[in-house]
C-alpha cells in the first residue's frame, strides 16, 4: 500500500510568487491498484508523482510504503521499489549506449558494479528474450545505439526497463503523449499486459480520456491540488468518456476558460 499523510507543497515559498499546490492532502493506494489519473494542466497531477518518487521534496506531511515512512528517504533508494516511464521516450534510456548496454543497465539496478563488466555477456539470451515480446525486432539489433531508435520503440524499451528488476510500484508520467496514436496504443497494450503479469501497483498520469476509462481499476480526477473525483470498481466501469469530459468541462466554465 502507498499512502500520502496531510502532505502540504508549496512552490516558491517566501516570495511573491508563493503557491500551495497541495493543503492538506491525502491519498491511498492499495496493492495492485491500477490508478489512471485525469486533470487540467496545473492541478498536481505530475507534482504528485514527483513526491511519491522522491523527486520533489515536501514541507509537512508523510509519504508511506506499507507500515514505513519514506518522506525523507533519498530518491535513488525509493527507486529500488518504484518503476518510472517519463513522458519524453529520451529521458528513460540512455542514447549514446546500445541496447545491450542500456539493457545490461537496467538488470544491474541497484546493485555493486565493483570492478565487474558492466555487460553480462551470459544474459544476452534473456534480454533477446525479453526484447522479442515488444514484437518490435530490436531483439535482432542490441549493438545499435538506442539513439537510432524511434520514439515508440525507445518508450517501449524506457517500459520494459522500468520493469526488468522486482519493483513494487510503477510510475507512468505521460508515457504515450508524445507519441502517434498507433504507436499509443501499443504501449498502452504493452503497459497493460507487463502491470498484469507483474502484479504492479500502477499509477497512471494520461491526457487521454479513453486510456483512463478503458485502463485501470481506478479513475481520479484532480484539480488545483485536490481529488475531486475517485471512481473504482463498477463505479468506474459505470461510467464514460463523456461524463468525464463534461466534468472538464464544468470545471473549464467555473475557471473562466
Not at 528474450?129 to 525507445?154: F, I, M, W
Amino acid at each position: 500500500m502507498l499512502e500520502l499523510k496531510n502532505v502540504y507543497k508549496y512552490y516558491n515559498p517566501d516570495t511573491v510568487n508563493e503557491m500551495c499546490l497541495f493543503r492538506d492532502f491525502n491519498l491511498k493506494v492499495e496493492k495492485g491498484e491500477f490508478v489512471s489519473v485525469v486533470g487540467s494542466n496545473g492541478s498536481g497531477k505530475t507534482s504528485m508523482l514527483n513526491i511519491i518518487c522522491g523527486s520533489i521534496p515536501v514541507e509537512s506531511g508523510q509519504i508511506c510504503i506499507g507500515d514505513k515512512d519514506i518522506t525523507r528517504e533519498k530518491e535513488y533508494r525509493r527507486n529500488e521499489r518504484i518503476g518510472r516511464v517519463y513522458q519524453n521516450p529520451a529521458i528513460g534510456t540512455c542514447p549514446s549506449m546500445s541496447i545491450l548496454e542500456n539493457m545490461s543497465l537496467a538488470d544491474n539496478k541497484g546493485k555493486v558494479y565493483g570492478f565487474r563488466r558492466g555487460t553480462n555477456k551470459t544474459r544476452i539470451s534473456y534480454y533477446q528474450e525479453l526484447l522479442a515480446r515488444l514484437n518490435l525486432g530490436l531483439e535482432d539489433k542490441l549493438e545499435v545505439k538506442v539513439g537510432a531508435l524511434s520514439g515508440g520503440q525507445r518508450q517501449a524499451m524506457a517500459l520494459l526497463m522500468s520493469t526488468m528488476t522486482p519493483i513494487e510500484f510503477l510510475i507512468l508520467d505521460e508515457h504515450t503523449a508524445a507519441l502517434d496514436p498507433k504507436t499509443a496504443e501499443l504501449i498502452m497494450e504493452l503497459t497493460d499486459k507487463i502491470v498484469k503479469e507483474k502484479h504492479l501497483t500502477t499509477i497512471m498520469v494520461t491526457h487521454n480520456l479513453r486510456y483512463a476509462m478503458e485502463y485501470g481499476s481506478r479513475l481520479l480526477m484532480m484539480h488545483q491540488g485536490e481529488v475531486i473525483l475517485d471512481k473504482k470498481g463498477t463505479e468506474k466501469s459505470s461510467m464514460t468518456v463523456e461524463d468525464v469530459l463534461g466534468l472538464f468541462n464544468e470545471i473549464s466554465i467555473e475557471c473562466g476558460n
